[in-house]
């Protein structure tokens, strides 16, 4: 059964540092990873998706990797603004269930002035 | 614009009713899917549809029903079963569901009066 975890839960930082946000899942059989930004009360956005056969995606700040063997993506925010604060989640979806996202916990990101 | 409209953003239900929130999408996706989320328990999904006319119970449908009459629309209600509905619910759609992006919905709130 898959499962995905995210730590750390909270993370503050002083704007203009650069961050690494994590993702682990359990089962390294994945098409896909995909990171979602939510702002307090809003839906979900789309950051970035990682094909199973890819490494890294890049958008603007934002770097996500993927290490499938080791179950492991990262999301890299470089430059980071009061802005980017945010919960952000990693998900990955189930190919025999509809390709339902089984998510992460989320980590919430305040940025500070 | 392209996207996912849901709506009301606000929802109250008294005890014994039945309510339904709106999910309609313009981007001429397949599959659409209803999650709902809840502090501290992130995003689990209820009830999933990959073509009209059928649609497949998620983890967690018990006191939920669907219909997916038209590929844009997919409404999702929730009945008088539903003994905890207050959360926030998501809907999601994607044409490629493990390979391609799950675009999301604003949400709507319900609450219980």
């Known amino acids: 059964k898959q499962e995905v975890t995210q730590i750390p839960a909270a993370l503050s930082v002083p704007e203009g540092e650069n961050l690494v946000l994590n993702c682990s899942f359990t089962?390294?059989?994945?098409?896909?990873l995909q990171w979602f930004r939510q702002d307090p009360g809003k839906g979900l956005t789309s950051l970035l998706l990682?094909?199973?056969?890819?490494r890294e995606q890049t958008s603007g700040r934002l770097n996500a990797s993927l290490d499938k063997s080791s179950g492991r993506s990262t999301l890299y925010i470089a430059a980071s603004q009061p802005g980017d604060s945010a919960t952000y989640l990693c998900?990955?979806?189930?190919?025999?269930?509809?390709?339902?996202?089984?998510f992460g916990q989320g980590t919430e990101l305040s940025v500070k002035p | 614009d392209g996207g996912i409209t849901q709506s009301p953003k606000y929802l109250f239900r008294k005890e014994g009713q039945n309510v339904t929130l709106s999910c309609e999408q313009n981007l001429n996706h397949d599959a659409m899917y209803w999650y709902r989320q809840d502090p501290g328990q992130g995003l689990r999904l209820i009830y999933y549809s990959q073509i009209v006319n059928d649609f497949q119970k998620g983890d967690i449908a018990e006191g939920y029903s669907v219909s997916r009459e038209k590929k844009e629309s997919f409404p999702l209600t929730v009945t008088s079963a539903q003994k905890n509905p207050t959360a926030f619910y998501l809907c999601a759609s994607t044409n490629g569901p493990s390979k391609n992006i799950q675009y999301f919905g604003a949400g709507t709130r319900l609450s219980v009066l």
């Open positions: 990682i094909q199973s056969s890819q």
């Open positions: 998900a990955v979806p189930i190919y025999n269930q509809g390709g339902k996202l089984i």
């Open positions: 089962d390294s059989a994945i098409y896909n």
